[in-house]
């Protein structure tokens, strides 16, 4: 019986009940993981390969050589935290084996960040600009996890040559160009469009976003933290 017939044959049997003959497996995710929505991240994976970022299938904290970009994650922390984590993990993922987990607590200063950042540094360990002018935003799949019941409510945004403290612009740095996200401990699929993103005035100098001297996508809690990130992508 065709899927359709069978959908048909039970609402006009008007059973509260029906076996059909196709059906959708349960996801399985393992303890303490975020949820994973039906056919979720799998509906974007054909995307074209030079908009992924990263994946986190690598197993490592560098970015795949892709689109020009060839960069890494860093973790950077105000010293004071009782815990801090950042790194590639096979505990939980959104799509394929491996995601990003950023969890943290006991701050007392600014707290931690973690930054993808697109292109390898100098020799002198300056920032190298990455042109991102083709693209209009950023997307990700992201949860929380732990203990948090959720919605918690997180910074993230890009930084550029003009506010990255090794950008060699900025003489107040890090006022980076952001936005809140509200994660959930269900993985979510999030879009963020750099017309949307702002500086919150602290920095100096404060100038409209450079696409074209684009350093890094920027995770940066302003609170005790458990989230995870997977499949962070340009979009068009």
């Not at 049997?13 to 949820?35: D, K």
């Not at 991240?41 to 490592?60: H, K, M, T, V």
Request: hydrophobic letters at 40%; one cysteine or more; a negative charge.
């Amino acid at each position: 019986m065709s899927l359709a017939r069978c959908t048909a044959r039970c609402l006009a049997l008007s059973l509260a009940l029906c076996a059909c003959e196709q059906s959708v497996a349960p996801i399985q995710v393992g303890s303490g993981c975020p949820e994973q929505p039906e056919r979720g991240p799998n509906q974007w994976a054909s995307n074209p390969d030079a908009r992924l970022i990263d994946d986190f299938e690598r197993g490592d904290l560098s970015l795949p050589r892709i689109g020009g970009r060839d960069g890494y994650w860093v973790l950077g922390d105000d010293g004071t935290f009782q815990s801090l984590r950042a790194d590639n993990s096979a505990e939980c993922a959104a799509r394929g084996s491996r995601a990003g987990h950023f969890t943290g607590n006991g701050f007392s200063d600014w707290g931690a960040n973690w930054t993808a950042v697109l292109q390898n540094t100098t020799v002198d360990d300056n920032a190298v600009g990455y042109d991102a002018s083709a693209y209009s935003g950023l997307s990700f799949w992201a949860a929380v996890g732990g203990k948090n019941a959720g919605p918690v409510s997180v910074p993230v945004g890009v930084t550029t040559l003009d506010v990255a403290w090794i950008g060699g612009v900025c003489t107040t740095c890090m006022d980076y160009y952001r936005t809140l996200v509200w994660l959930t401990p269900t993985w979510q699929r999030l879009l963020i469009r750099f017309a949307d993103l702002a500086q919150n005035g602290t920095g100096a100098p404060l100038v409209p976003l450079r696409l074209d001297q684009m350093v890094g996508f920027i995770v940066w809690p302003d609170q005790d933290f458990d989230v995870w990130f997977d499949d962070l992508r340009f979009e068009p």
